[in-house]
């Protein structure tokens, strides 16, 4: 159960580090939105990362041997 806990956990690091990649593609293609994120909500621009970052972790070190 615990190597199933630290591949998905690595799964969830890889997939909100792809997200956070199509995330600031689709904010910086369309320059209004981007812009307006930056001077108003820059901490929105990391978000996807944080929570896949975040969520990996927490649950690569919930598994205890």
Do not use: D, H, Y
Request: charge should be neutral.
């Amino acid at each position: 159960m615990c190597i199933f806990k630290i591949i998905l956990g690595a799964g969830m690091i890889v997939g909100g580090i792809l997200i956070e990649l199509t995330w600031l593609a689709f904010c910086f293609g369309t320059v209004v939105v981007g812009l307006l994120l930056l001077i108003f909500m820059p901490g929105i621009l990391l978000a996807p990362f944080n929570i896949g970052f975040v969520g990996g972790l927490a649950l690569m070190a919930s598994c205890k041997e």
